[in-house]
């Protein structure tokens, strides 16, 4: 008695299985499930294998376009002259700044380096090649620091001359 529920459910799960599976039906990028509609549309049908399908989204045209620039300027239009020179004198007060930062930076570096004999600091006593490691740093800090103003210095020497 306790079969028959079995062989029951059994036999419904296995059609509820091959109900489901219809005829899938491709035309070029899309997938069909209704043979008429394929039929005259002139689709192939799928044959082996499960095939998924997942919907996608369509792009909002509204959102996709991107945001015009604030200055608007294509190859070979001019910008207002009075426009040029106030971007000019905001890039070389952003240079100047960047400068003087580089140039303290360096300066507090060959102080601390203090021509080669840093001052050891706590455990360097006792473990040289910590200290040695640090000396190490302190020159690359300096060779890096050096090129920052050498490169500041070059961009500052490109613009034109700011005039009153």
Not at 51 to 59: E, H, I, K, L, S
């Given at each position: 008695m306790a079969t028959k529920p079995f062989l029951f459910w059994l036999l419904m799960g296995m059609s509820a299985g091959v109900l489901a599976?219809?005829?899938?039906?491709?035309?070029?990028?899309?997938?069909?499930?209704?043979a008429r509609?394929?039929?005259?549309r002139g689709c192939k049908s799928v044959?082996?294998?499960?095939?998924?399908?997942?919907?996608?989204?369509?792009?909002?045209?509204?959102?996709?376009?991107?945001?015009k620039p604030a200055v608007q300027t294509t190859p070979g239009t001019r910008v207002d002259p009075n426009e040029q020179?106030?971007?000019?004198?905001?890039?070389?007060?952003?240079?100047?700044?960047?400068?003087s930062k580089a140039q303290a930076k360096l300066t507090d570096l060959l102080k601390e380096y203090n021509n080669g004999e840093p001052d050891k600091r706590g455990a360097e006593g006792r473990n040289y090649q910590k200290y040695l490691d640090r000396l190490t740093e302190l020159k690359s800090g300096i060779t890096r620091s050096?090129?920052?103003?050498?490169?500041?210095?070059?961009?500052?020497?490109?613009l034109a001359p700011t005039t009153p």
């Open positions: 599976q219809d005829r899938i039906y491709r035309c070029g990028n899309e997938y069909l499930n209704d509609a394929a039929e005259a044959e082996g294998g499960n095939v998924t399908v997942v919907q996608g989204t369509r792009a909002n045209p509204s959102a996709a376009a991107p945001a020179r106030a971007r000019d004198a905001e890039s070389r007060t952003i240079l100047e700044a960047e400068l050096q090129d920052d103003v050498a490169g500041l210095q070059r961009e500052l020497s490109r």
